[in-house]
């Protein structure tokens, strides 16, 4: 089942400027008293160009406090929900502290972002001698042929297809190649670190249903489960959408 948490958040543009916080609890899947607490905020700035393309900038944090009740858990899979969770770290932190850096330049149909992430992790001093840190961040570029991404008040939203194969056309297609590292070894984190190559090809054979497959290629050391290696994953998916 997918966590979502219960909260409240708001939105606001100010002209190339766009603000965004919430405060939300636990997820409300969970029927247990659970008292914790989370708060996030986003800055994104957008300056779009005299050719049309767009960049974006912006920067993110949040918040989380478990009130001293079960204690927050990292881990990252090597591709998709389905794979093994290969750098893991259990129950470890009180709090955390996310900081995050997030950049895209989008011209006609390519598009390169990027974003890096740091999590400051408070823990117990009968786990940690020092509070560790985690780390990830992702490189992605993208090109759409038939079609272009769409971009609005610094988010992208579903992918624009020219002509549907409905309407006698052959839809939109995008290739996409990404890396991507996540580092849970930092003090008292033993979690381990990975390195994942990513190649990715997408039909949109609509604005509301495409067809995608992945190719990718993970390095993990130092994994708790799997100690030192790789794996290689191709991943297919399909994706309906009804709004």
């Known amino acids: 089942m997918v966590a979502r948490s219960l909260g409240v958040g708001l939105y606001r543009n100010f002209g190339d400027f766009h603000l965004s916080g ?45 009130n001293d009740q079960s204690l927050f858990s990292y881990s990252q899979r090597p591709l998709g929900s389905s794979a093994p969770r290969t750098v893991r770290v259990g129950g470890t932190a009180e709090s955390d502290l996310f900081l995050g850096v997030e950049a895209a330049y989008i011209n006609d149909g390519f598009t390169l972002q990027g974003e890096y992430g740091v999590t400051e992790i408070d823990c117990p001093p009968t786990l940690c001698a020092s509070d560790p840190q985690a780390e990830a961040f992702y490189v992605d570029a993208s090109y759409v042929w038939g079609g272009h991404r769409v971009y609005r008040n610094s988010l992208f ?50 604005q509301y249903v495409r067809l995608m497959v992945n190719v990718a290629h993970t390095e993990y050391d130092n994994s708790p489960a799997y100690g030192t290696g790789d794996a290689d994953s191709v991943l297919f998916r399909a994706q309906i959408e009804l709004y």
């Open 22 to 66: 919430a405060v939300y609890g636990p997820d409300a899947n969970v029927v247990e008293d659970i008292d914790l607490f989370g708060a996030s905020a986003r800055l994104a700035w957008t300056n779009t160009f005299a050719d049309e393309s767009i960049l974006h900038l912006g920067g993110s944090l949040r918040y989380r406090d478990s």
């Open 157 to 206: 939203s579903r992918t624009s297809v020219d002509q549907s194969i409905h309407d006698g056309g052959r839809g939109a297609f995008q290739l996409s190649a990404r890396y991507d590292m996540a580092d849970l070894s930092d003090a008292a984190l033993n979690g381990g670190s990975q390195d994942t190559y990513i190649l990715g090809g997408t039909w949109y054979l609509d």
